[in-house]
């Protein structure tokens, strides 16, 4: 089964599922195994479908990652910030390099949230909030992340800053910046669905450079982009997709999908 030992992936696959987060991981291995060789393979075969990997919790040493999906070569391994400041990565973000040399993480996203928690008590009804961290959290985040690049590319927002599937933006709808579109009516549908290899190369262009601490591969200092702590930084998407009325642009070379679906 080329899509895990499982199935698992193959079957959100087959129901139309693109972009699959994955929070779990092993204890610390930096090593290419079979799991992240089932990962690869999947993705190589099914080029439209994106995973994501939490990049561990296993503090800040290098080769500190999960295993598995997070040392796979085309999966998106994401790591965490510290919650406080987004210049830090957490100190126990897991950081790469792999075994075999390759930079991992990927990417860094937020690693604390806010979620709602019961008092403990069953006999009452009430709740309350608690922060709660980790990449399991870093790693949702980026595949939300990866599925607004994908409909950037599947809306048709792509070469014209704004949706070319309806009207060419002629109305506030579809439009609400409301720059008049010379040709408006006329524009060409330029919507496509993106591979696996350009979501990730968009979420890589959006990333910043971290300047905090643990960004570097083995402990707690601080090196600029790439590095085992930062991987290539992290994620902006607006510093990579283009909307009218900015300045800059985006340019897509090519994206083949050369797998057999």
């Known amino acids: 089964d080329h899509a895990t030992n499982s199935g698992v992936d193959e079957w959100g696959i087959d ?11 092993y204890d610390v291995n930096n090593i290419y195994d079979t799991d992240s060789h089932d990962y690869d393979d999947c993705m190589w075969t099914y080029r439209d479908f994106c995973m994501m ?7 800040n040493a290098a080769g500190s990652l999960g295993g598995g999906g997070s040392t796979s070569k085309n999966t998106v391994c994401v790591g965490g910030t510290n919650g406080t400041n987004w210049d830090d990565v957490s100190a126990s973000s897991g950081h790469g390099m792999t075994e075999d040399g390759r930079l991992k993480p990927d990417v860094i996203t937020n690693f604390t949230v806010t979620t709602m928690t019961g008092d403990g008590n069953l006999d009452t009804a009430e709740c309350t909030t608690q922060g709660i961290s980790g990449t399991s959290f870093s790693s949702p985040l980026a595949c939300g992340l990866g599925i607004l ?6 809306d048709g927002y792509y070469k014209n800053g704004y949706d070319t599937r309806t009207d060419g933006g002629c109305t ?3 439009n609400p910046i409301g720059v008049d579109v010379a040709g408006c009516g006329d524009v060409d549908d330029d919507s496509f669905t993106p591979s696996n290899a350009l979501i990730k190369a968009v979420m890589i262009a959006s990333c910043r450079n971290m300047t905090g601490s643990n960004t570097t591969t083995d402990g707690a200092g601080s090196s600029p982009r790439p590095a085992g702590g930062q991987g290539w930084g992290r994620v902006t998407l607006d510093d990579s997709l283009w909307f009218v009325g900015e300045q800059r642009s985006i340019a897509v070379l090519t994206d083949i999908f050369t ?3």
Do not use: K, M, Q
């Open 15 to 25: 129901i139309g599922v693109r972009l699959h987060n994955n929070s779990y991981g």
């Open 53 to 59: 990997f939490s990049a561990g919790n296993t503090g």
């Open 149 to 154: 690049a994908r409909e950037y590319f599947t």
């Open 172 to 174: 506030d709808a579809t």
């Open 259 to 261: 797998g057999t679906n």
